[in-house]
Structures are given as C-alpha cells and as structure tokens.
C-alpha cells in the first residue's frame, strides 16, 4: 500500500510503522516529470564524463560522495518532497551524510548481499540516520529491488563476513552472518519517483537484474547533525535542512558545476577519511576506496 503523505508529511501512523518495521514504503515524492529529467541528468553525466580524464573511474564517482561532485544530485538530495517526509524520522535538522547510485544493467547477476548499513560507517548503532531510496526505473522483484527483514533494526550490529565477490556492489561484499529465511523478507517493489526510507541497522540486499531495463536507483543517507564519527578522526555532512548546532561534521559546499576542481579536492579528502574507516581491518583493497 502506498504511503498517503498528510501535506507532504508523514503521519503519526507512517512514523509508527517506521520506527516498528525498521522501514517504510513506497513514499511518492518526485512526479513523472522529475524523475525523467533526473535520470536524464545521470545518463547525460554518464555518456559525457565516461572518457573525460577525471582523476578516478567515472563509477567511483557514482558509488562514493555524488552530491559533492555532481550539482544534480544534490537537487535531488535537497528536494523539499524528499526532506518533507524525512523531517518525519529525523526531525527538522538534517545533514546529508551521503549519495550515490546503486545501478544494476538490464540482465546482469550483480547483487547487494544482505547486510547492515551501519557495519562499518564508525557512527555506531545509531537511531539518527535513514536511507532514502529514490528509484529512477522500476524496482521490481525481476530487476533486483531490495529486500529488507521486518524489525531487524532492533537487533545491534551483527557480525559481518566480507566476502569481495566481483558480482556484490558492497564496498567490502560485506553479508551479515546470520541465515536469512526467505519468508521473512519483504521485497521492496517502488515505482520511478518512488522512495523507501530504512534505517541503518535493517538488514536488506537485493538479487540480480532480469529485467530489460536498468535498475537505477538514487541512494541518500541523512543524518541529525548530534551524530558523530567514532572511529576515525573527521567525518564530512552537506547542509540539507535546519541548523548544526554541534559542528560534529565538516560541512562540505555543495558543487557549482560538474567535476569542478574544487569539488574534486574536497571529495579526495573526504574519501581517503572514510576509506580509513570503511576498510578498517579488511583483509584486501577495494575499487571505490582503494
């Protein structure tokens, strides 16, 4: 059933189900019109910038960091529908902590293993961070939609197992060691402007791309800006909505343009930091982090 927004806002019953099931779906927040012209945005970047002599592969930035790289992104990230129904988990003070997209090509065995987001972020088991997943093509069973395990949220971080299998999207192909029935997923089926909110410890994944179409979906996590980095020594937020009052965060600009140089300074910094916490301890070196 879709979520019915109360003036673009979450009602008591969508925050309840939330904060029970560990998520929320499908909330409609961009039109027909909106999600076409931000796909359109993505593939015009993708065909224009694939063989332009950027620094890293043009996927490295799309997996890690978009919006401090790609205006667009940050469109979409600050749009008032999406920060709207996100007010509605975090409150009115909300940082970007991060975007990216997760694209799965029309008939190709990538997956997502099952796992917890919050694994290796060093923010520890935090209640103030969500996941917006805003799909920009279908997200069907056939294309490989998440799935995601009701309640799970309510368990502590599990022990992960990283597995750097070439087919898993996952920085480190990181799978959370527990066995999984497949009775207690839900698959999360959203239609193009479609989002689901999660929060960072539900497990979820999602299987291969059957379909003929790509699987585009536009991933931006929020956070309250009372969170903090615990295990490395800076951690970088964008401004979407409200104040920071705690300065746990450095505030990264939004880009003026495509790939600016600027922007491409202040995104090496903020990926060599987090690369000394998301690969802490790991066994072997990783394409968008290495």
């Given amino acids: ?45 993708e065909r224009d910038w694939l063989d332009a002599g950027l620094p890293a592969p043009l996927n490295t930035y799309k997996r890690v960091n978009a919006h401090v790289v790609m205006p667009f992104v940050v469109d979409v990230a600050r749009h008032p529908a999406i920060l709207d129904a996100v007010e509605g988990i975090l409150g009115p ?62 368990q502590p971080i599990l022990p992960h197992e990283d597995t750097f299998d070439a087919n898993n999207l996952l920085s480190r192909g990181q799978e ?7 009775e207690d997923k839900t698959p999360i089926t959203l ?39 615990v295990v490395g020594a800076v951690d970088y937020a964008m401004p979407a909505r409200g104040e920071d009052r705690f300065g746990n965060f450095v505030l990264a600009p939004a880009p003026d343009s495509l790939f600016a140089p600027q922007a491409l300074d202040i995104y090496e910094k903020m990926r060599a930091e987090q690369a000394k916490v998301m690969m802490k301890d790991a066994t072997k070196s990783t394409g968008i982090y290495a």
């Fill in 1 to 45: 059933m879709t979520v019915t927004l109360e003036n673009g806002r979450l009602s008591e019953g969508d925050i309840t189900q939330y904060w029970r099931d560990g998520f929320l779906f499908p909330v409609p927040v961009f039109s027909a019109a909106e999600v076409a012209a931000a796909r359109a945005s993505l593939e015009r970047m």
């Fill in 176 to 182: 959370v060691k527990v066995d999984i029935a497949d």
């Fill in 93 to 154: 003070d909300i940082l970007i902590y991060a975007a990216e997209f997760f694209i799965k090509e029309p008939r190709t065995t990538s997956i997502v293993s099952m796992h917890q987001d919050l694994t290796y972020w060093g923010l520890g088991a935090i209640d103030g961070l969500v996941t917006a997943w805003l799909a920009l093509s279908p997200a069907t069973v056939a294309s490989g939609c998440m799935d995601f395990v009701r309640g799970s949220h309510k």
């Fill in 191 to 229: 239609e193009p402007g479609e989002m689901s909110l999660h929060h960072g410890l539900t497990i979820h994944g999602s299987g291969p791309n059957g379909s003929d179409d790509r699987r585009i979906g536009c991933v931006i996590r929020y956070v309250r800006p009372d969170m903090e980095q």
